[in-house]
């Protein structure tokens, strides 16, 4: 199994991005997909979960600036991140969920002043 994360990079305050994550090894239409994040110091902790339908949940400090999205023809999910502030710079891991989860190696999002 493996998570390919993608698309992280240095943006301003207020910038957007969008962060990639390509699956391969699991039958991806059948699990969920979140992604989260690790900032410094900090534990690592949820930002945002697709299902297999395509409904989004988002942690409280993602709503309304970011979008979790997938296509299942590309087993890729997706996180559109806008209005980006200095404390969103962290690594952003990918997930697939399941009985198992499996996790990507991470992408640094830097977000600077």
């Known amino acids: 199994v493996q998570l390919q994360a993608s698309g992280g990079g240095l943006v301003q305050a207020g910038g957007s991005l969008r962060l990639s994550c390509a699956v391969s090894g699991v039958i991806f239409d059948r699990r969920a997909m979140g992604w989260h994040r690790q900032s410094p110091g900090k534990q690592r902790e949820f930002v945002a979960m697709i299902g297999t339908g395509g409904e989004g949940i988002y942690a409280d400090f993602a709503k309304g600036r970011f979008t979790i999205s997938r296509d299942n023809e590309q087993n890729t999910v997706y996180l559109q991140m806008t209005s980006l502030k200095l404390e969103d710079t962290a690594v952003y891991y990918c997930?697939?969920?399941?009985?198992?989860?499996?996790w990507g190696q991470g992408t640094l999002v830097t977000v600077s002043s």
């Open positions: 997930v697939a969920a399941g009985p198992t989860d499996y």
